[in-house]
């Protein structure tokens, strides 16, 4: 059986658009798996670039694994030959400082004035960055922070970026703020620092820098939840593909971070309650639904 093919000229570009920049793992819920239906339910339309396949995350003692460097900048060309642009850019696990580059001549390249470019700087947790991210994959993504309007950091890759000693707290609020302020130096206007641990709570801190630029008095926000279970993979996907998805259809940043961290707290009760196996991720599609509860 043959399609014909349309022929005429065509605008790509009448609904919003995000290009998605990470890996997709087929098992295990994580990267694009999440992105595309959180981004989708938001009514954007999600665009992934992958950047490897997995048959399932690396959490997991066996996986396949195909990296997508090579292939990368054909796959890239095909878009602009489509004449493709993007409302949101959003970035996540990258591995390479090949990659790095890539990802940054695509912002270049498909950047509107409009664009919002979300970077989530996934370096490493609890501490340390992770054994695959080098000292030049470390700096170069320091490099790509400075094309971004949005950053969303856990504590670690905050200290990473802002190349202090990282330790494991208790942070002091000022503390919290004067960090968030070396990072929007770095060129974006907005950071939101997640998986802050103090006592039985954990918090995210957004920081707008247009508002504080308005408002001497401005201090940011800290929004802080009881801690439920324990980490899951996945769940700064969600987070950053609300967040991203939020910007693009112009929802108030603070509003935004709120929404994001009531719904992951809420995908990790339920995958409790279901005895979802840590290395799964979170069901994110038994809540799916209900992402509009936290709807400000």
Sequence with gaps: MSFAVNREPSNHNHQNKIAVINDISGFGRCSIVVALPIISALKVQCCPLPTSILSNHTGFDSYFFKDCTDFMEDYI????????RFDGICSGFLGSAQQ????????ARFRMERSVVIVDPVMGDYGRPYDTYTE??????RQL?????????????????????????PWKKEEIRDLARQLLAMGPKKVVITGIVKGDYIT????????AELNPDYKGHFIRNHMIGTTRSGTGDIFAAIIAADAVNGIPFKKSVKRASKFVRHCIIKSIELNIPVTDGVCFEEVLSDLYIYDY
């Design 77 to 84: 060309r095909e878009w602009d030959k489509l004449g493709l």
């Design 100 to 107: 790095i580059h890539i990802v940054k001549d695509f912002i």
């Design 136 to 141: 030049e994959m470390c700096s170069e993504m």
């Design 145 to 169: 922070v400075t094309c971004a309007d949005i950053i969303t950091p856990n504590l670690t890759e905050a200290c990473i970026l802002a190349d202090i000693p990282y330790r494991k707290g």
């Design 204 to 211: 995210n801190f957004c920081w707008d820098g247009i508002r």
